[in-house]
DNA sequence: CTGAAAGCGCTTACAG
DNA sequence: CTGAAAGCGCTTACAG
């Protein structure tokens, strides 16, 4: 019975080998793997132990090509920081390669670059685009998309298309929470470097700061308030400037790491030591906090995971959209986390013991 | 005519249609879209024209099925620098989304993680893995994929294994031509910091120091070598001991970006500007060249390219290691470059004009 | 140089 | 709850 053997070498284990193995019919084989309802418990049973048993493992190509549900989907990027985009590639992909779909990455630059890009999609069959920022918070490409009638996802926005779906923290209660924690260590004094003023996100994590030092009864005050551009440079040159005032801060919440790696070398320069003379914080955990020294207390975004839910997510779309069936997007938040280093202590110590 | 209509709502263009369009069997097509010699020059022409005005794109789940030339493929993963990762992956993606190949991430921590993981892709019934650094030096690792059966190819590796496929740059050489660079820039006395001492790519680049510095007739001084670890710290430890002594060097070496980027702040911290005071060059090119400030002078490795290349190396090794051909492992040697940044100078100048 | 037939491993749409 | 048939879009292996 060299059956399998026939074009290619190997023996692979295929869903008629399971069925013969227990004695059923390959399309109850089918419907055990791919959990439908109508299966006696005990045939699942068995079909489930013969699956151990033989190993399988299921053929994705034959699966999608059967099913018509091989979607094919684009992750666009312009940008990104590169460890930023490295969390977000490895949660998309444990996703697509569990999920079967065919990836494909573009890179575009500028804004003539999008409309290049989307055109290639067009022309590429593509199903359904996955948005990381800042792309992920342009309303431009969002209608773009929305014109040719392509499904996508944002990830890490902080401006959700509302009829598309989206996954994020909530920037604001996350940048309150780390005001909050500053201000739990004995800080009064606090700085913040805002990011690049055309981003909103930027603009929530401010809006959060201002909050809690409100709320904990400390007036927020302009002059503890640099502007940063999210680059290393502008936190180095934000930081100097606030450090330098008769007042210094003893903290500075700078509004992402690679400002907050700035701050740091700029404190340095200045003679000042990370965090006894001044705590400095950064926001998202970029591999930036923890290649720094001192390492980054920070707030961490689960970018891997909100990719991978953020596919999940419009793959179901996509499935949906072709059943028919309307299609009402879902925008999902996720947890933040404050990751303390050694960055930070309270006031006038030194946190690292 | 509602052929394509039957299942699905959509009307994607098959190979059936191209075939239809031009008046020749799918099976001409198919010659055509694979290259394939034996069509008529005319016959190809008109195929190809159909192609590209029905807007044709293979469906790749289809050609893996038929072709059964579905290679599933593993890359694992232990511990490299996030920006390094990213820049694989981008590649490794851009490859497997044109060869249509399924992929698997897997990370593995600490040495019993890597028994695991490979267990874990046995029973996946994987055809094949990329390994990246440390694991592409690793000769266990080797030495366990060899007796497994499973082909694979080593990305950045500095001690490819002689029966498995390698893509790389001539770490010694790189070295070389960065420290040549920099005497050619006017600096007589050159430090260096070495990484980890268990990597012999490490030891590969502060040969390639020597080499040299020894050809230009400049005697190598222990003295100016230091010990690192590849971490930033390590850098900014090595750099400061090497920057206090009285014959301070004009230039710094750092055989990694992170160390460069530790050796930066060290330098800024004793109020030595870079590069008027000190040239500090790195190694790589990850993010961490171009975050921090100034940005790093450093030596490129084309990861994507070669993460890319590998890749196809590795699917090339399958398909003849099935059709029962001996295969004979490829080394490539793929180009580095000096990428030139705000950080290095003649001695004494400052390079940001 | 070109094509008709069979098959890749799975699923959909029907029957029972 | 279960199965026989047909088909997904492409390629392999033969013929001519």
Chains 1, 2 share one sequence.
Not at 198 to 209: K, M, P
Request: hydrophobic share 40%.
């Amino acid at each position: 019975m060299a059956r399998k053997v026939s074009r290619r070498g190997g023996n692979i284990v295929t869903i008629h080998d399971v069925a013969r193995h227990v004695g059923v019919s390959p399309m109850t084989v089918s419907r055990v793997i791919n959990g439908e309802k109508n299966v006696r418990e005990e045939t699942r049973k068995k079909v489930a132990e013969a699956i151990e048993a033989l190993n399988y493992s299921p053929n994705m190509a034959a699966r999608s090509l059967a099913s018509q549900d091989s979607s094919r989907i684009a992750l666009i990027y312009s940008n990104p920081s590169m460890s930023f985009l490295s969390e977000l590639l490895l949660g998309i992909l444990h996703q697509s390669s569990q999920s079967g779909c065919q990836l494909i990455i573009e890179s575009c630059e500028g804004p003539e670059g999008v409309a290049d890009v989307l055109d290639k999609l067009k022309s590429l069959g593509v199903d359904g685009v996955v948005l990381p920022p800042p792309l992920s918070d342009s309303t431009r490409v969002a209608k773009a998309l929305r014109e040719m009638g392509l499904p996508f996802v944002g990830v890490a926005t902080s401006r959700p298309s509302p009829d598309a779906a989206s996954v994020s923290i909530d920037d604001f209660k996350a940048a309150f929470a780390m005001t909050q924690r500053l201000i739990a260590l004995g800080h009064r004094r606090i700085g913040f470097i805002k990011g690049h003023p055309n981003s909103y996100y930027s603009q929530l994590r401010h809006e959060g700061y201002i909050a809690a030092l409100t709320k904990a009864g400390l007036t927020p005050e302009d002059k503890l308030v640099g502007q940063g551009y999210f680059t290393y440079r502008s936190g180095f040159d934000a930081a100097e400037s606030l450090l330098m005032r008769d007042e210094r801060p003893t903290a500075l919440f700078a509004s992402n790491d690679d400002m907050a790696a700035g701050a740091v070398a700029s404190a340095h320069r200045l003679g000042l030591d990370v965090p006894k003379d001044v705590t400095i914080v950064g926001f998202d955990d970029t591999s930036m906090a923890s290649s720094v020294w001192p390492e980054l207390t920070t707030v961490r975004q689960p970018i891997s995971d909100m990719a991978s839910l953020g596919l999940k997510m419009l793959l179901e779309q996509i499935r949906t959209r072709r059943s028919g069936q309307p299609y009402a997007p879902v925008h999902e938040i996720r947890d933040f986390a404050i990751i303390e280093r050694q960055s930070s202590s309270p006031p006038g110590e030194d946190a690292t013991d």
